[in-house]
């Protein structure tokens, strides 16, 4: 052990001190989310709960899964999460390990093309017409096909293979006679788990938080995502509170109203919750690419 002089163990000291604070600060609101979906509606509106839950109740869930809609979206929100996130790794990779590799003509070229599109876009009206003649309007490709591609992520992926896969594995597996295809399923993707895990992280968030586009593409209610769909129950719970049609209904409202919110935050965010540690040990490396050379 090193001896620490009085300044470095002050130092260290206020260090901790920063990011217990800043652990309390980020926690807390997960915390309290979680205990007032448990508590009765009226305790949290009087501002009684805090850490425990009050009055304990299980009405905020109860009424979401006696809800077809919210069943059916959050099934739907499944779906184009698990089906989107593999075209993004799909598509990610095959665009990115190309472009890692020396002996591709033009990947600079090409590399500049795909940067250039991160700084203009069609805008809403013409994407909405090509979703339109393409036939995609109200079907879950509207909603997958034209973020199928990040050109950041991309970018992202190809500076993982150039700096972490070592050029000579791949040209020593060349010279046993593997592809590149074989190289890649063989060689390159066994070493990239921190970079793809990163990636299903990115674009399962994404997708999984996604409502504008299934706003503007989709008019089958059956086919709407979970975050449409609590998006109406959070607009249809305000107007009833502006319309107020009797005290004693508007307070069962209003009272119903809070309790379904606070659960379905819990609910919605549950999926993504449970992803993080399954990803984690692979994140932090991850995260840190491009930080560090040598």
């Not at 007032?36 to 009055?55: C, H, I, Q, T």
């Not at 769909?229 to 209003?254: H, K, S």
Request: hydrophobic share 55%.
């Amino acid at each position: 052990m090193v001896n620490q002089s009085l300044g470095d163990k002050l130092f260290g000291w206020v260090v901790y001190a920063l990011l217990a604070l800043i652990c309390v600060i980020v926690l807390y609101p997960l915390i309290f989310v979680l205990v007032a979906s448990f508590s009765s509606p009226g305790a949290v509106m009087r501002g009684e709960v805090w850490l425990w839950p009050k009055d304990m109740t299980w009405i905020g869930y109860k009424k979401i899964f006696q809800n077809a809609e919210i069943l059916t979206g959050y099934a739907n929100t499944l779906l184009y999460t698990v089906i989107g996130t593999a075209i993004n790794l799909l598509l990610s990779i095959a665009a990115a390990y190309p472009l890692s590799r020396k002996d591709l003509y033009g990947r600079n070229v090409i590399s500049g093309m795909m940067v250039l599109t991160m700084f203009f876009s069609g805008g809403m009206v013409p994407t909405y017409l090509l979703i339109k003649d393409l036939g995609m309007l109200n079907s879950m490709w509207a909603l997958i096909l034209p973020g199928a591609i990040s050109v950041y992520n991309v970018l992202i992926m190809r500076t993982f293979f150039q700096n972490f896969i070592p050029q000579e594995m791949q040209e020593a597996a060349a010279m046993d006679g593997c592809s590149n295809i074989g190289t890649l399923v063989r060689i390159v993707l066994p070493l990239s788990m921190p970079i793809i895990a990163v990636m299903i992280l990115f674009y399962s968030v994404g997708h999984w938080n996604a409502y504008f586009s299934a706003l503007m593409y989709l008019t089958d209610r059956e086919k709407y995502p979970l975050q449409l769909i609590l998006r109406e129950i959070l607009i249809q719970g305000q107007m009833q509170e502006m319309q107020g049609v009797g005290d004693n209904v508007l307070a069962e409202t209003v009272m119903q109203s809070e309790a379904i919110k606070y659960a379905v935050v819990i609910v919605a965010n549950l999926p993504v919750l449970l992803l993080y540690p399954f990803l984690q040990k692979y994140f932090a490396k991850g995260v840190m690419i491009g930080a560090v050379k040598g």
